[in-house]
């Protein structure tokens, strides 16, 4: 997948841009794609770091959620042949499609593709109006579902945790009164509720609806339980010397998988308030810095690449640990499966 488009938490606004690959040659060079090599990359997207891992002469096994991904991809696999393997599936059960032997690398490029945001009909972007869907993998609860059907209490939640939103408990409750006279169906229904309630500001450098559309994406899709579940599962599929390259572009995101790493470091456990327990071996070993971001030019070039953070690590030989959520301090959130129709 490409950039989030916007910076931060502002990634809900749909700017004109196409796929361009953010931050390509530092993954490359965190990635490390020679011949002989087989790399994951779990968000296929247009393609773009399949493409350029191709070109170094590795063997690709991408994967993507979406239908409508897999079906334009279809192109580039007849064109590499046995190098490319192209899978719809979560990235979350990437170790499910790893060769026996393990894998070389793994690429995450977490979020929404610009493809997506620049299709109406899939309802991302309040930039033109589509119905209000959201859904990364074209099933499920869709965010008109959310939006319909949360409980209020639960619309609040979603709206401050996952889009970091100071007005949320006056847009919840304009929805919860709008709703009860006629329900919302496309984008520009709750985009304009949203402005109505919150109007922009001279002084605001994004639309008001930007973060509740952010976090009804994240819920709709989840988001962040997926990004936790493939952290784990990358720890499982690579083998020793294999190497784990995730690009971000809001800080939720980036929290998860700066936590991930800093738990499979190896420090000792325990807290301030008690003695060590014990040293734990580290899994991962990180790769040159801890952060890399995009350079002004190339932010300059792709606005998208403005608020990409790149983390990178290389896997040890110590057995995988545990499967633990609590690591990551998700929020607790209304259950999708009770909200659908």
Do not use: C
């Amino acid at each position: 997948m490409v950039a989030n488009p916007g910076g931060g938490s502002t990634d809900a606004d749909g700017g004109p841009v196409r796929h361009i690959p953010v931050l390509l040659s530092e993954v490359l060079e965190a990635l490390a794609p020679t011949p002989g090599k087989m790399i994951l990359d779990g968000t296929f997207g247009a393609g773009g770091y399949t493409l350029a891992i191709l070109d170094k002469g590795a063997d690709v096994i991408a994967l993507d959620r979406d239908p409508t991904a897999i079906a334009a991809g279809q192109a580039l696999v007849e064109k590499h042949g046995d190098h490319l393997t192209l899978i719809q599936s979560q990235f979350s059960q990437l170790a499910e499609h790893a060769p026996e032997g393990g894998l070389d690398g793994i690429v995450l490029d977490i979020g929404v593709s610009s493809m997506q945001i620049d299709e109406a009909e899939r309802g991302f972007s309040f930039q033109k109006n589509g119905p209000l869907d959201m859904r990364m993998s074209a099933s499920g609860v869709s965010a008109a579902d959310v939006v319909n059907r949360a409980k209020l209490a639960d619309l609040i939640r979603i709206f401050v945790f996952l889009g970091e939103e100071k007005q949320a408990p006056r847009i919840a409750h304009a929805i919860e009164k709008r709703r009860a006279e006629q329900l919302f169906v496309t984008t520009r229904d709750l985009a304009g509720l949203i402005e109505t309630v919150t109007p922009r500001k001279a002084k605001d450098k994004i639309h008001p609806a930007t973060r509740v559309f952010q976090a009804l994406r994240i819920f709709v899709n989840d988001e962040l339980g997926e990004l936790a579940a493939a952290l784990f599962a990358a720890e499982r599929a690579l083998k020793p010397g294999g190497r784990l390259v995730v690009v971000t572009f809001h800080s939720l995101e980036d929290r998860i998988v700066k936590k991930f790493f800093a738990d499979r470091s190896g420090r000792a456990t325990g807290s301030r308030h008690l003695p060590i327990v014990h040293e734990r071996a580290a899994t991962f070993d990180a790769i040159g810095k801890s952060m890399v971001s995009a350079s002004d030019e190339e932010a300059e070039l792709n606005p998208r690449a403005r608020s990409a953070k790149l983390r990178a690590a290389v896997r040890t030989h110590a057995p995988a640990e545990a499967a633990d959520l609590s690591i990551f301090e998700l929020p607790s959130l209304a259950t999708l499966g009770k909200l659908g129709g």
